[in-house]
């Protein structure tokens, strides 16, 4: 049996693909790949102002900090109410 310093490398990939999945699936934004589409877009298309640009990125870290927030939060009052336990 393992002890506590075992970090089950499989369920911990699975966890990433499920987050990442659910991101996609609800045509979320992650603020980094998000910042990258939309300063290509404002360098090779004319379709989007500066102050497009400025909104999209805006909201999408807007989102990572609420959503990173509430997801971290989650993870550490799991993990804190699971070590009371024992």
């Not at 970090?7 to 699975?14: D, N, T, W």
């Not at 404002?42 to 900090?65: E, P």
Request: proline share 2%; aromatic share 10%; net charge neutral.
């Amino acid at each position: 049996m393992a002890g506590p310093s075992h970090h089950p490398a499989l369920s911990q990939i699975i966890c990433i693909y499920i987050v990442t999945f659910l991101i996609g699936l609800g045509g979320l934004h992650h603020s980094i790949a998000g910042s990258v589409e939309m300063f290509t877009a404002l360098f090779i298309s004319d379709h989007f102002s500066l102050l497009q640009g400025v909104r999209f990125i805006g909201l999408a870290m807007l989102g990572n900090l609420i959503g990173g927030s509430v997801f971290v939060a989650t993870l550490n009052y799991g993990h804190i109410r699971k070590t009371q336990e024992i």
